[in-house]
């Protein structure tokens, strides 16, 4: 068992070092991007997740005591977490798609620009627009008039020492180029851990079978254990997800 846990995490390390690199290389995407994710969402289901593995974790106490019925709620519990968190990604997911926030040729957000903000998404401010330059004619005696000379106001003269500049954009509103690379590797990331939540389900649903049938207590509990140490590494992969996803900016 813990072989099979240190390849799941020698997998999703691989993912990060990925994730690394392209954030390393390109800053403005992932600090442009990540603001269509909803941080509320996401803390929600970051909490969602650390009760499921608190109950998962009591629950593996309740079958070393042989409390059974206490076991069964443990469990049903630590199910309906799981059934919550894919609910909440489903929305997530689901606004997404409609807004055209999606990897390689399928992202198109004008789809988003067309409807509007959506609740499940960070709001963006809107790019401040300059105010337009006054346009002054000078007129000679004659009445003679030159060409118009164009006068910038004073809010968009000079404000003092220019900063250096460090490369990145961070203009948030103007959109940078290539960041469909970002929701490619947000798909990809919580894609592939919410499958491995399914599976958790599917295991823990398993043992919730099994123990309402009495089938654990304090001799025989090696399986309840087992699928608790997988249900926490899960949840562990989502409390790294969360903030190098959700928290960038």
Not at 122 to 138: D, K, L, S
């Amino acid at each position: 068992m813990w072989l099979f846990l240190a390849t799941e995490i020698l997998l999703f390390a691989g993912l990060f070092v990925a994730y690394a690199v392209y954030r390393s290389n390109h800053p403005e995407i992932f600090i442009y991007a990540s603001q269509f994710l909803d941080t509320t969402l996401g803390g929600i289901n970051t909490m969602v997740l650390l009760l499921s593995s608190f109950t998962m974790a009591w629950g593996v106490r309740a079958a070393q005591l042989g409390q059974k019925k206490l076991l069964v709620s443990l469990l049903a519990i630590t199910l309906l977490g799981g059934f919550g968190f894919l609910g909440i990604k489903y929305v997530e997911y689901e606004a997404k798609w409609k807004h055209g926030l999606l990897w390689g040729v399928n992202f198109n957000p004008a789809s988003h620009d067309d409807h509007g903000e959506d609740a499940g998404h960070a709001a963006v401010e809107a790019e401040e627009v300059a105010p337009a330059p006054v346009v002054t004619e000078a007129v000679t005696p004659e009445g003679l008039k030159f060409e118009p000379t164009v006068v910038p106001p004073s809010a968009t003269g000079p404000a003092g020492t220019v900063e250096p500049d460090d490369g990145v954009d961070h203009d948030t509103g103007v959109q940078p180029e290539n960041v469909q690379i970002f929701f490619g590797i947000y798909f990809l990331m919580t894609g592939l851990h919410g499958i491995h939540v399914l599976v958790g389900m599917s295991l823990i649903f398993w043992i919730l079978l099994k123990s309402m049938g009495g089938a654990y207590g304090p001799k025989y509990f090696t399986p309840v254990d087992l699928v608790g140490l997988y249900w926490h590494l899960v949840d562990l992969i989502w409390i790294f997800l969360f903030p190098l996803l959700y928290l960038i900016h």
